[in-house]
């Protein structure tokens, strides 16, 4: 089976998402507590984290998709009240991102070219695999963008570029 275009997703998904571990490792951790316009900056990343978990799994069906299971007044609205009095570690969200990076390699494990064209609902052609995995990838780097923008402007280290088949520092 053809594995060509998968491989190359898989390359482009597994930069992104090691650019949101580098960003949860070096913000540092009272700036995680604090909000920027209104939001917490754990909760902006939680947002995006949870819909990796979401999208990118195998089987969209009723199952359990959940890798890690929090409070269910968690949400992924970013302006929801019932965040009051919510907090994530960044050890834990780095714990998170990592079970999901197991479950996303075995999604990539599990794919082909062929397969990438299949709709993950049923006959829906707006999700397909390809759609998935490309969708997730312009959600993270946008919020990875955000969050930059935001150690950028405090003058702190920020989620360095990083590039499959590029030496990291380059």
Not at 10 to 25: G, I, N, Y
């Amino acid at each position: 089976m053809n594995r060509l275009i998968t491989e190359t997703l898989r390359s482009q998904f597994d930069s992104t998402f090691h650019m949101a571990q580098v960003l949860v490792k070096v913000c540092p951790e009272d700036i995680w507590a604090e909000s920027y316009n209104e939001v917490p900056f754990w909760q902006q990343v939680f947002h995006y984290v949870y819909y990796i978990d979401f999208w990118m799994r195998e089987k969209h069906d009723d199952s359990e998709w959940r890798s890690m299971i929090f409070d269910d007044a968690y949400t992924t609205d970013l302006y929801a009240e019932s965040y009051e009095g919510l907090y994530i570690s960044q050890v834990k969200m780095l714990e998170y991102l990592d079970v999901i990076q197991k479950k996303s390699t075995y999604l990539f494990d599990n794919l082909n070219d062929e397969k990438l064209s299949t709709s993950v609902f049923g006959n829906n052609p707006q999700f397909t695999y390809a759609d998935v995995i490309i969708g997730q990838i312009r959600h993270i780097m946008y919020n990875i963008g955000y969050l930059n923008g935001i150690l950028r402007e405090l003058g702190l280290p920020e989620s360095d570029w990083y590039a499959y088949n590029e030496p990291e520092g380059s």
